[in-house]
C-alpha cells in the first residue's frame, strides 16, 4: 500500500528554490558546458504557477525557470521504492529542453523525462544512476501534447509509464539506499545536440499540471 507523501505546490518556498541549482556549475546561473543558453532566474512569473518559460536575452541567452527541492527548508527527496507521477504539456518551440529529473551531490540522476521538439514524438528516459537509457517513440507525444508520466525508483528496477503504460524497465535499479532531491525546468538549446531555437521565437513554456510522489506505508 503507498499513500503519497508530497504533492507539488510550485508556489510554496518552502518546498522549491527558484533559480539556481547546485546542478548547475557554481548553482548557476549559467552552464554552457552542457550545451544550454539558460540563465536561471528567480522571478515567480517563470515557474511558480507550474508554468517553467523561458525569454530570450540581449546578450544570446535565455532567461529561464527552475525549481529544486534542494536547499529548501523542507528539503524534500525521492528514496528507494517511490513512485512519481506528473502531467505534462510538452513545449513546441524548437530548442525547447524541458525536463524533470533528479540530483544530489553531482549525481543520483533519474531523468523522469527529456524531451525536444526536433524529435516531435520522441521522450528520452534515463538512468544515470546504472547507466540505462531509452528512446521511446510514441504517438501520444507530440509538440504541445499532453501527457502522464510516472516512475517507480525501485531498488532493482527502474519503471518508466506513459499514459498508464509500461514503457521501459532499466532492470538494474537504484539500490536500496538511494535518495535525490527534485528538479523541474526549462533549459534551452545551444545547437551542439539539438538545434538552438529559431530567431524570431523570443519566448517557450511548458507546463506541469501535478506532480506528486507515492511511497509505500
Known amino acids: 500500500m ?22 548547475y556549475p557554481d548553482g548557476g546561473p549559467v552552464n554552457p558546458g552542457d550545451n ?11 515557474s511558480r504557477n ?3 518559460r523561458a ?6 541567452l535565455w532567461d ?22 506528473a502531467r505534462v504539456r510538452l513545449p513546441a ?34 538512468s544515470h544512476v546504472r547507466a540505462a537509457h531509452r528512446y521511446h517513440r510514441d504517438e501520444a507525444v507530440r509538440p504541445g501534447g499532453r501527457v502522464d508520466l510516472s516512475v ?11 499514459n498508464g503504460s509500461p514503457v521501459f524497465a532499466d532492470h538494474r535499479g537504484v539500490g536500496r539506499h538511494w535518495h ?10 545551444a545547437g551542439r545536440y539539438h538545434p538552438a531555437p529559431d530567431p524570431d521565437v523570443t519566448e517557450m513554456s511548458f507546463e506541469v499540471s501535478a506532480l506528486t510522489v507515492s511511497r509505500g506505508t
Open 2 to 23: 503507498t499513500d503519497v507523501c508530497f504533492r507539488a505546490d510550485f508556489a510554496s518556498p518552502r518546498q522549491w528554490i527558484a533559480g539556481r541549482s547546485w546542478a
Open 36 to 46: 544550454k543558453l539558460d540563465h536561471l532566474v528567480s522571478d515567480p512569473a517563470y
Open 50 to 52: 507550474g508554468t517553467f
Open 55 to 60: 525569454t530570450r536575452r540581449a546578450d544570446g
Open 64 to 85: 529561464t525557470g527552475l525549481l529544486t527541492t534542494e536547499g529548501s527548508e523542507e528539503g524534500f527527496m525521492v528514496r528507494a521504492g517511490d513512485r512519481l507521477d
Open 93 to 126: 518551440e524548437t530548442g525547447a529542453w524541458p525536463a524533470i529529473w533528479t540530483w544530489r551531490d553531482g549525481d543520483q540522476e533519474i531523468d523522469v523525462f527529456e524531451y525536444h521538439p526536433d524529435n516531435p514524438d520522441l521522450l528520452e528516459l534515463s
Open 152 to 162: 517507480e525508483f525501485g531498488a532493482d528496477d527502474v519503471v518508466w509509464a506513459l
Open 180 to 189: 535525490a532531491f527534485l528538479v523541474v525546468n526549462l533549459s534551452v538549446c
